[in-house]
Nanobody, 124 residues
Framework: QVQLVESGGGLVQAGGSLGLSCAAS????????MGWFRQAPGKEREFVAG????????YDAVSVKGRFTISRDNAKNTVYLQMNSLKPEDTAVYYC?????????????????WGQGTQVTVSS
């Protein structure tokens, strides 16, 4: 069982930056693909970015392309999401997720483990 704990959320003005972290624990977590998802009020949870177990393959949603960057440090069992040029529409609860498949996917059902989420609020 993989445990995930997100941190780094908060309030930021539009155009600003914020970095999220996801600390993972578990015997084989370094072999898992990791993803970030978000859920805005009244909306369904959506994919933001994903990264392969070895960090070689990563991709992100069109809505955040060029602004958000996902990365990981397997020595620290931590995944990061650097968010730049934030917009009010980025306001959401951000969730970290882990998939034993090893390769990133935007399909939520492929992720067996989820964190509790961290709130990101972008003011205009």
């Amino acid at each position: 069982q993989v445990q995930l704990v997100e941190s780094g959320g908060g309030l930021v003005q539009a155009g600003g930056s914020l970095g999220l972290s996801c600390a993972a624990s578990g015997p084989t977590v370094s072999s898992y693909a990791m993803g970030w998802f978000r859920q805005a009020p009244g909306k369904e949870r959506e994919f933001v970015a994903g990264i392969s177990w070895n960090g070689v393959s990563a991709y992100d949603a069109v809505s955040v392309k060029g602004r958000f960057t996902i990365s990981r440090d397997n020595a620290k069992n931590t995944v990061y999401l650097q968010m730049n040029s934030l917009k009010p529409e980025d306001t959401a609860v951000y969730y970290c997720a882990a998939s034993s498949g090893g390769w990133p996917t935007s399909t939520q059902g492929s992720y067996e483990n989820w964190g509790q989420g961290t709130q990101v609020t972008v003011s205009s």
